[in-house]
């Protein structure tokens, strides 16, 4: 079996902009120093933003999604963190404050070569944050290739937020079969807030003309259509992850309501948000006992 060159999903790296643009509306640690690093303009020649109301949907999922991935890493204990297609998110630099943390990003050459200079001009460069050129739905597996900042008697924590919207159903399970190897290699967990509905992602392309806009937009530059690409239910989900050879726990968005900040920063509050939430999980997988 073999795929096309990683260079394949290169147009989705313009989106790794738009969402630390977004993400700047929030009081995550470092994504206001991220966000003023980044091209703004060509980000905008992409993107219809008029006003931060344009974006304000977009940002509130972004920084629930992002805090509701932080409340469950802090539930295990795992030192060694493995984050896939890590884009412009700020967590590792975070995260490696903790000297007993090593945390590893991984993303397309072009995204982690450019996220490891933006990340030096923000941080004196952790000894313990690390950077990897792979694609995470590769075949043959690049994730495990020069992984020797990872320690195999120690299990690891594996983070992926804002990729499997983008894949087919190939593609899934092929990032599905690159993550039971390297969760069969050093044991742990995979936290994902990417096992998505076609109901969650109809809900924001009918939220209003600027998020319909800005969904098409994203479709048009990253050529992957995120509601085809997106399960049809949450029981379709289970049944998927358990073909994969996972076990899956899910937690539901609603349960960072309280601590969202872009609210305050805008001025401003989606229209029955909490609906949005409520279609949304955070979800938990480990390897299934066979």
């Known amino acids: 079996m073999t795929t096309n060159p990683s260079d394949r999903f290169d147009a989705i790296s313009p989106t790794a902009m738009l969402v630390a643009y977004a993400r700047q509306f929030s009081d995550i640690p470092f994504a206001v120093e991220l966000a003023r690093l980044i091209d703004v303009s060509a980000m905008l020649r992409l993107f219809p933003i008029n006003s931060q109301n344009d974006i304000l949907l977009l940002s509130a999922l972004i920084e629930a999604r992002y805090k509701a991935v932080d409340e469950a890493i802090s539930s295990f204990e795992n030192k060694q963190i493995f984050e896939l297609a890590s ?19 991984s993303d397309l050459p072009a995204v982690i070569q450019l996220k490891q200079a933006l990340v030096a001009q923000v941080v004196s460069m952790p000894s313990n944050l690390r950077f990897k050129e792979a694609d995470a739905a590769s075949y043959p597996n690049q994730l495990l290739i020069g992984a020797d900042y990872l320690k195999d008697n120690e299990p690891v924590t594996i ?7 983008y894949l087919s159903l190939t593609e899934k399970v092929q990032l599905f079969a690159n993550i039971r190897e390297m969760l069969q290699r050093y044991g742990g967990v995979w936290i994902t807030s ?17 998020s319909h806009q800005l969904h098409q937009s994203i479709i048009q530059t990253s050529g992957r259509h995120l509601l085809n690409n997106s399960f049809n239910d949450r029981v379709e989900i289970k049944q998927f992850v358990s073909e994969q050879g996972f076990q899956i726990e899910e937690h539901s968005l609603i349960g960072v309501m309280n601590r969202l900040s872009c609210f305050d920063i805008v001025g401003d509050k989606p229209k029955n948000f909490e609906a949005f939430l409520e279609t949304r999980y955070i979800s938990i997988l480990t390897l299934e006992s066979r």
Not at 90 to 100: F, L, V
Not at 199 to 209: D, L, N
């Open 159 to 165: 983070l992926c937020e804002g990729l499997l919207q």
């Open 87 to 105: 884009g412009l998110l700020p967590r590792g630099m975070k995260m490696t404050q903790d000297s007993e943390v090593v945390f590893v990003e």
């Open 194 to 210: 990417d096992l998505s509905t076609k109901q969650s992602q109809a809900q924001v392309m009918e939220h209003s003309p600027a």
